[in-house]
T-cell receptor
């Protein structure tokens, strides 16, 4: 079946450091891939997405590239801020209307000033 | 608008008491709707999903139930809460190729 594996947290970085959160997936066919962010006490928000191989999703300085050859969708940001502290979820959708999105377990990110 | 309204935002209930959490959505009709629970420091657990009025699928056996009395209304219920029902409950709707839109969640503490 479809699944998503993302790196365990928490991840602690200093402000302005480079961020990578690894995400790999297992899926049949050609899924869409997502990164969601959850700020403390809030629901999840869509951060970025990619719907086909080699697509790059980007938003708020974050980027992720859909790599079919390595079945990966790693999240990166060149210079993190304290306000980026949150939980990040990698997810995939097989694309059929009744298919549920599969979420990773989430990675908590702490940015120190 | 694809807004999702969830209430209440926080709730403290005694063990054995009933529960009713409501979720209403705006936007296109006949959305797929979902209830998730997030225990403290853990990932998302899908509890129920619905593809239409009166149609509920349960992902895990538990003390909770769900109903969809109207196209844009999704209710999570329990007859008798357990301590283990504490958590952060999130309602979501699908947006086709745009993934899901989530509500702001309800923090439930069972005491």
């Amino acid at each position: 079946g479809n699944s998503v594996t993302q790196m365990e947290g928490p991840v602690t970085l200093s402000e302005e450091a480079f961020l990578t959160i690894n995400c790999t997936y297992t899926a049949t066919g050609y899924p869409s891939l997502f990164w969601y962010v959850q700020y403390p006490g809030e629901g999840l928000q869509l951060l970025l997405k990619a719907t086909k191989a080699d697509d790059k999703g980007s938003n708020k300085g974050f980027e992720a590239t859909y790599r079919k050859e390595t079945t990966s969708f790693h999240l990166e940001k060149g210079s993190v801020q304290v306000s980026d502290s949150a939980v990040y979820f990698c997810a995939l959708s097989a694309g059929n209307r009744d298919d549920k999105i599969i979420f990773g377990k989430g990675t908590r990110l702490h940015i120190l000033p | 608008s694809q807004t999702i309204h969830q209430w209440p935002a926080t709730l403290v209930q005694p063990v054995g008491s009933p529960l009713s959490l409501e979720c209403t959505v705006e936007g296109t009709s006949n959305p797929n709707l979902y209830w998730y629970r997030q225990a403290a420091g853990r990932g998302l657990q899908l509890l129920f999903y619905s593809v239409g009025i009166g149609q509920i699928s349960s992902e895990v056996p538990q003390n909770l139930s769900a109903s969809r009395p109207q196209d844009r209304q999704f209710i999570l219920s329990s007859k008798k809460l357990l301590l283990s029902d504490s958590g952060f409950y999130l309602c979501a709707r699908d947006r086709r190729n745009y993934g899901y839109t989530f509500g702001s969640g309800t923090r439930l503490t069972v005491v």
